[in-house]
């Protein structure tokens, strides 16, 4: 007698069991149901979703997002460059995730070290680091700036590095042609406004002629345009040159146009 009450209990309890898996099922496939057709009758439509942005409070993570504000699946706003700052808050959007910003997602500080003596008219902290979205103003946010530091009125690309025009020469001449003067008066007024900044006047030449004669016209040039400078009303002890003959050219000397590219001055800053 005993074994057979046992036996209807076990069997009662499967059913009871498997009645409820069928029931569960159902639910799910009803919930589903609602989820994919956006019906209103089940109970996923009669969640609250306080903000609006189509994720029901009980799954938003972002529950107070603003009205028309584009969400993820668990109602947060994207945030593209990883700042902490959502995109729709963003005015820099393409911050580096390691860079410091402010409430607007722009970068607030940037480390450039301890010798920072060069950067003109930002102070410097203790730490090595300067106050500002750019800090050398030249108008490239310094996240993006592959030259911090670039002197006060210096024209620069889109890296934010001083564009400093090449000094090219006729053959076997050292004279500064009329045409490059108004590279040489932008560098003089640079030199003047920062009365730190130093320059090396780096003298080439073509193949023409031989080593040492390269060596001495290369020379020249750079003294050449020293003396330009010079006149304008920079010190001399700013300046310095160095002939390099043609040991360093910027195009091949297999032809015409590549000898008169290699016929040049360069200008370095230096501190």
């Keep these: 007698m005993r074994r057979c009450y046992l036996k209807a209990l076990f069997?009662?309890?499967?059913?009871?069991?498997?009645?409820?898996?069928?029931?569960?099922?159902?639910?799910?496939?009803?919930?589903?149901?609602?989820?994919?057709h956006g019906t209103e009758a089940g109970e996923y439509a009669h969640k609250v979703d306080s903000d609006g942005d189509g994720v029901p409070d009980d799954l938003d993570v972002c529950p107070d997002t603003p009205q028309g504000v584009k969400v993820g699946d668990l109602g947060c706003p994207p945030d593209t460059d990883g700042d902490g700052v959502d995109d729709y808050l963003d005015q820099c959007p393409d911050t580096?995730?390691?860079?410091?910003?402010?409430?607007?997602?722009?970068?607030?500080?940037?480390?450039?070290?301890?010798?920072?003596?060069f950067v003109c008219c930002q102070e410097v902290h203790d730490d090595g680091k300067l106050s500002g979205f750019d800090v050398?103003?030249?108008?490239?946010?310094?996240?993006?700036?592959?030259c911090l530091g670039t002197p006060k009125g210096a024209k620069v690309d889109e890296k934010g590095c001083w564009v400093l025009g090449e000094i090219y020469f006729d053959t076997g001449k050292w004279d500064i042609k009329a045409s490059d003067y108004p590279i040489l008066d932008e560098v003089g007024a640079v030199l003047k406004t920062n009365p730190n900044l130093k320059m090396e006047i780096q003298g080439h030449t073509d193949n023409r002629v031989s080593a040492a004669d390269s060596q001495i016209l290369s020379k020249k040039r750079a003294h050449s345009v020293i003396e330009y400078l010079v006149n304008q009303g920079i010190a001399r002890d700013r300046l310095s040159s160095v002939g390099l003959g043609s040991s360093e050219p910027l195009a091949p000397?297999?032809?015409?146009?590549?000898?008169?590219?290699?016929?040049?001055?360069?200008?370095?800053?230096?501190?």
């Design 136 to 146: 050398d103003r030249d108008g490239v946010p310094d996240f993006k700036d592959e």
């Design 253 to 271: 000397n297999t032809a015409p146009e590549g000898q008169a590219k290699n016929r040049r001055v360069n200008l370095m800053p230096t501190r």
């Design 96 to 117: 580096p995730m390691t860079a410091k910003v402010d409430a607007k997602g722009c970068p607030v500080e940037v480390d450039m070290g301890p010798s920072t003596h």
């Design 11 to 36: 069997l009662v309890s499967i059913s009871v069991l498997l009645f409820s898996f069928a029931i569960q099922k159902q639910m799910a496939r009803s919930y589903a149901a609602d989820l994919n």
